[in-house]
């Protein structure tokens, strides 16, 4: 492992808890913001042949569709990879010998 990387991971247990809070917080919404722009990017181009003024009833029934879909597929791979995390045996440091 690099040394800069490891000081900065040992350093992480001493952090301040507000400021690992707040990274936390920042970081969640960062990932929820990505997932949004993935979402927009993704029913946009399946849905808006070509861009108007306004949405027809087609376009505005497919992004519900496609955002429920979405919403849907991300809860399906979340709750996938808990139950996945959940079956993993949990290994002791005491078994390297």
């Keep these: 492992m690099d040394s800069s990387l490891s000081s900065s991971v040992a350093g ?4 301040d808890p507000q400021l690992q809070h ?7 919404k960062q990932r929820f913001q ?13 849905c ?3 861009p108007g003024p306004r949405l027809d009833s087609r376009a505005e029934a497919c ?4 955002v429920e879909r ?3 597929t991300s809860q399906f791979i979340l709750n996938r ?5 959940k079956a993993k045996p ?5 078994l390297s010998d």
């Design 63 to 66: 992004f519900v569709n496609c």
């Design 12 to 15: 992480l247990g001493t952090m």
């Design 90 to 94: 949990v290994f002791s440091e005491n």
């Design 70 to 72: 979405f919403i849907d």
């Design 34 to 46: 990505q997932l949004v722009h993935q979402m927009t990017e993704l029913c946009w181009e399946k």
């Design 81 to 85: 990879l808990e139950q996945t995390q």
């Design 22 to 28: 707040f990274i936390q917080v920042e970081t969640q």
């Design 48 to 50: 808006v042949d070509k």
